[in-house]
Structures are given as C-alpha cells and as structure tokens.
C-alpha cells in the first residue's frame, strides 16, 4: 500500500500559475494521475502518467495549459498548472494505479491522496 499527500493548491488569479506536487510514501512503479472534483461536480480526470513517464494523457481542457511530470527518485508527481482560468477551481486529487499505464478512468486507481484546493478568481 502507498499513501499519497499533495501539496502547492491555493489562491490565485486567473491566468497565473500553480505548481501541485504529490507525493508518494514508498518506491513504486505505479501509473500517476490527477483528477479534481468542484462542488456539486462528478471528480474528472485532470491528467496521467505512467510509471516511465513515457505515457501522458490529458483532459481536453488543460491540454496546452497543464504538464504532468514525475521524478521517481523522489517518489514525487508534478502538476505544473498555466493561464489558469476560473473554472479550473476545484480540490485535487493525485491517484495512483498498480497496472503502471496512464488510465483516466478513475475507476483504474487503486490509491488516493486527500485533495488540495485550487481557487482561481476572476
């Protein structure tokens, strides 16, 4: 089993920046990703990355704007967040997935950290 904390949410205006960082309590070779749930939303997929870091996938809204990256000697998950807009405003969620692909579908995730809120006003 791993636990996963994320870190770097917060306040911030629209077309700023934010970098999420998640990390890992062990060594694993497990698929990454981020999804977010806004109030009264269903969670969505944010974005993955498998545990190479060769596979990456998207959701069409943050394509361009977000990147997803790892550093596995540090057991650690980035999201680098761009142009920031309003209705990126959610609690993020860093997962991670035994199989070691880049899913996003959250039922493929097998270990959830907590969340960390973003707010981006207008």
């Known amino acids: 089993q791993v636990q996963l904390v994320e870190s770097g949410g917060g306040l911030v205006q629209a077309g700023g920046s934010l970098r999420l960082s998640c990390v890992a309590s062990?060594?694993?070779?497990?698929?990454l990703g981020w999804f977010r749930q806004a109030p009264g939303n269903e969670r969505e997929f944010v974005a993955s990355i498998s545990w190479s870091s060769i596979g990456t996938k998207y959701a069409d809204s943050v394509k361009g704007r977000f990147t997803i990256s790892r550093d596995n000697a540090l057991n650690t998950m980035y999201l680098q967040m761009n142009s920031l807009k309003p209705e990126d405003t959610a609690v993020y969620y860093c997962?991670?997935?035994?199989?070691?692909?880049?899913?996003?579908?959250?039922?493929?995730?097998?270990?959830w950290g907590q969340g960390t809120q973003v707010t981006v006003s207008s």
């Open positions: 062990k060594r694993n070779s497990y698929g």
């Open positions: 997962a991670a997935s035994r199989s070691g692909g880049s899913s996003d579908q959250w039922y493929e995730y097998d270990y």
